[in-house]
């Protein structure tokens, strides 16, 4: 964590010089641009520029360093255009992407890719147009080519590079490109799905002269009266929008058209009014993002847990320590976290809390815009890029101060950050695993906390091993909230015996008679419930009575998922998908089954088993946009809905007061999976799943159906012992060298051929194993989906002891051997992807 490079940054030059760029493509290393004498002055680290790239891309870059040495090896190309009035990337952004691309062994251009919204990028899809500004100048020469294209433009509003290559027939259009933007004829930009475009409204307002006389007014609707009653009625309708007697000032802003619309005026009658000179029509350029009013919430008052655990904190801030502030469910953690912000914004400073999932931040955000209202800017992938451009343009400006969102808000360009919140830190949707870079959010949030000297705290009720380690160590304070709001109890924990219901036949479809019981007696008591399946979909397969056939992905080693309500049978590694049909794809035969289960059928059985029920589902079929969630949560809070089905998006952090019953319908899969976290997740889950019962004044109960009922965790589990837990993980992972005893590092091996993979995989691993004799590597080893997308796929894992030196050796070495390509070992065609702590 303390592995940061800092980036030289030249002073600027007077004279035409050279500039290195970075460019968003995976390739090592920067590259040197010509830049006039003029532009050298203006430009600076963090500017974005427009550069050629090869032989016909247009790609944006960010400038690193100002005033190099040419290259030897090359003639550097010249930019096109700057493309911002200041920098736009701060120089600790520059230190945190330089930062990410060692601690992760990636290339810089895959940070930077990640960090730039697609507005803010132009590249190889890039289009031209005609300058509006342009006039032909008798004294510039143009080629007859550069008519041409000119012509073609004059009579179209856009070409693409390939349109160009078409229409002039030649296969490097840049050359031609470059000379019309250097006479000002043209312009580049992105293709239109990706360019940042402001959102204007289309108003309408009265000319002046209407307004600062009445009589004039009095003589349009005179004129319009019997020729024309649908312009009277227009006019009318505007003066009831737009009350320019009482406030003349408001004809300035005038009215949307389309609320003018709404109110029936005649789209046909505005339109003669702005041809006669009476109305005139202009767009506004308004923000996209919902434009928060002053906050409403008053001040928080804390209990006296809540006040001790502050004061805590305030004090390990003094000491300049990260925080870990272990908080049980619905202790008030975010009661914290208000306070401390408002400390923060109190004394100038920037603000960020980052969460890791989109679900989670719906109702944290109309939370805390009750107490920050437009000091506060959100920012995550459910926003459209577009959102995304705005605010980032909000942060630098100062319009916000304090920003809420998931893992990629550590991108954004903070200036003064003065506090990071990391909710939910124990969560592995901080870790990000495609494309590149592979880092864990949390991480890398704390070095840009670093970066900035900025306070941190790191919040959870299920704190990871490793922060918890960390904190035992002295390297975190950590501070506890053990006690809920308003000292209700924790919820109940009983466990469901499958096993033995089974044999008494009390099961009914996934559920026991107790569970069932348990849901109706929640609902007639008015309040809700949440049955939990961390799998979507109707089944996990279909098969076939007849003959055995089950349906495979033609792109992955994997069955395919069958989805009734669309009837559709879907890949969830690849997304391929196909028509189920209602006979068997080998022998035509109609008896087909169902295997498993996933939250659709969970909502038909219950729907099935208690006619009566109000039931909701969540999980990623029903949740595609950022309002969709949005929807869900808000209906479900409502009380439209008495029953929620979902997956883990249920149990991260959602506070729904009325909700008294959780139902865990199959929770022993959880702990089985190939992976040496597998049981610390499933504690960590089950334990946030109990949270969301029982939140406001009665206990809460979770009924977990599981066939181990005898197993350690539940019984942790029921005891709400969390340090327990803590201590026999801890000690396991040590027998068997697993983190946080040791550091791993996950090599991919990627081929369209199986031996080419497997071969290639082989050689690398006895290469390793000879590079890194202090190490461990294992593998190289196929995993149970070894193909994915009709790439054949084998593991091989670096274990190394937390030596920092030993550690960085490894890394040195791997970024020569894979980044650099110096091991030949691999083939022209196998892929090797580089993941550091990839758990």
């Known amino acids: 964590m303390s592995e940061t490079l800092d980036l030289f940054i030249g002073d600027e030059v007077a004279a035409g010089g050279y500039i290195t760029v970075l460019l968003p493509v995976p390739i090592a290393g920067a590259f040197t641009y010509r830049c006039t004498a003029r532009q050298m002055n203006q430009l600076a680290a963090g500017y974005r520029i427009l550069v050629p790239f090869g032989a016909r891309k247009v790609m944006t870059g960010v400038v690193l360093e100002v005033g190099v040495a040419p290259s030897t090896e090359f003639k550097a190309k010249e930019i096109f255009e700057i493309l911002d009035d200041r920098p736009l990337f701060t120089s600790s952004q520059l230190k945190l992407l330089q930062w990410t691309a060692d601690y992760y062994l990636c290339f810089a251009g895959d940070v930077l ?59 490097h259009v840049s050359p ?28 309408i307002r009265l000319e002046e002269k209407f307004v600062l006389s009445q009589e004039e007014l009095q003589g349009v609707f005179e004129r319009t009266e019997k020729r024309a009653p649908k312009q009277t009625e227009a006019l009318l309708k505007y003066l009831s929008l737009c009350n320019i007697w009482k406030s003349p000032e408001k004809n300035e802003e005038g009215v949307l058209l389309s609320d003018l619309s709404e109110e029936g005026a005649s789209n046909a009658a505005v339109n003669a009014l702005v041809k006669a000179g009476v109305f005139e029509k202009y767009e506004q350029i308004v923000s996209r993002l919902k434009s928060s009013t002053k906050p409403k919430a008053g001040p928080i008052t804390l209990t006296e847990a809540q006040q001790a655990a502050y004061e805590q904190t305030l004090k390990a801030f003094e000491a300049r320590k990260p925080v870990l502030l272990h908080g049980v469910t619905g202790s008030g953690k975010t009661e914290l976290y208000i306070r401390l912000i408002k400390d923060c914004l109190a004394q100038g400073q920037q603000a960020l809390m980052i969460l890791p999932e989109i679900a989670l931040s719906t109702q944290m955000v109309s939370r805390l815009t009750r107490h920050f209202g437009s000091e506060m800017g959100v920012f995550h992938s459910k926003y459209s890029d577009n959102e995304r451009v705005e605010v980032w343009k909000r942060l630098v400006s100062g319009e916000c101060s304090f920003i809420i969102g ?74 506890e909230l053990l006690e809920r709001f308003g000292k209700v109890e924790l919820p109940e924990i009983k466990l469901v015996d499958l096993m033995s219901d089974r044999k008494k036949n009390k099961l009914r479809e996934e559920f026991s008679f107790d569970s069932l019981k348990a849901i109706e007696d929640t ?90 029920l109000k039931t909701l589902r969540m999980d990623f079929d029903t949740t595609g946009t950022r309002h969709r969630i949005e929807k869900l ?33 199959n929770a022993d899969r959880l702990m089985h999976f190939p992976d040496f976290r597998s049981r610390e997740k499933a504690f960590q889950l089950l334990m946030q799943l109990s949270g969301r019962a029982g939140r406001r004044k009665e206990r809460g109960q979770m009924l977990i159906q599981t066939y181990q009922v005898e197993d350690p965790l539940y019984r942790k589990l029921m005891a709400q012992d969390y340090y327990g837990f803590y201590q026999e993980e801890l000690a396991e992972r040590k027998s068997f060298g697993y983190p946080p005893w040791t550091r791993l590092i996950k090599l991919t091996i990627k081929d369209k051929s199986e031996k080419k993979c497997a071969e290639a995989a082989q050689r690398l691993a006895v290469a390793l194993r000879h590079a890194m004799e202090q190490s461990i590597v294992l593998g190289p080893e196929r995993p149970s989906v070894n193909k994915i997308r009709n790439f054949f796929i084998e593991h091989i894992f670096i274990k190394t002891s937390n030596d920092p030196k030993l550690r960085q050796q490894n890394k040195e070495l791997l970024h020569r051997m894979i980044l650099e390509g110096q091991f030949d070992g691999l083939g022209s065609s196998v892929r090797v992807i580089i993941d550091v702590d990839p758990y």
């Open 406 to 479: 998931v893992r990629s808000a550590c991108f954004l360009p903070f200036q003064d950050l003065g506090l990071l919140i990391i909710d939910e830190e124990h969560e592995s949707a901080y870790k990000q695993h495609d494309p590149a870079p592979r880092y864990h959010g949390r991480d890398l949030a704390l070095v840009l906390a670093h970066l900035h000297g900025a306070r941190s705290i790191l919040g959870s009720a299920t704190p990871s091993l490793e922060s918890y380690r960390h904190a035992e160590n002295g390297k975190y304070q950590l501070v």
């Open 113 to 171: 890719n990640a960090m730039l919204p697609a507005g803010l990028k132009l590249s190889s899809e890039s289009f031209v147009q005609l300058d509006p500004n342009f006039e032909r100048d008798e004294a510039v020469e143009f080629s007859e080519q550069e008519l041409q294209l000119l012509e073609v433009l004059s009579q179209k509003e856009s070409l693409s590079f390939k349109e160009v290559q078409e229409i002039t027939d030649r296969k």
């Open 633 to 665: 949560i808000e209906e479900f809070s409502s009380g439209a809905y008495e029953v929620l089905v979902g997956t883990q998006m249920v149990s991260k952090g959602l506070d729904f007061e009325n909700v008294q019953l959780v139902v865990v319908v």
């Open 176 to 203: 031609l490109l470059y000379g019309l933007y250097q006479k000002e004829a043209v312009l580049f930009f992105e293709n239109v799905k990706d360019k940042y475009v402001p959102k204007r409204e289309k108003r």
């Open 523 to 612: 609902v007639a008591a008015g309040k809700q419930a949440i049955v939990f399946q961390n799998r979507r979909g109707y089944a996990s397969f279909l098969s076939c009575n007849a003959c055995g056939h089950i349906p495979q992905c033609t792109q992955c080693n994997v069955s395919l998922t069958y989805h009734r309500f669309n009837h559709l049978l879907r890949c969830h590694y690849c997304g391929m998908s196909q028509q189920a049909g209602n006979s068997c794809f080998e022998c035509g035969s109609h008896d087909l089954k169902t295997n498993s289960y996933g939250t659709e059928k969970l909502e038909e059985s219950l729907q099935l088993l208690l006619p009566s």
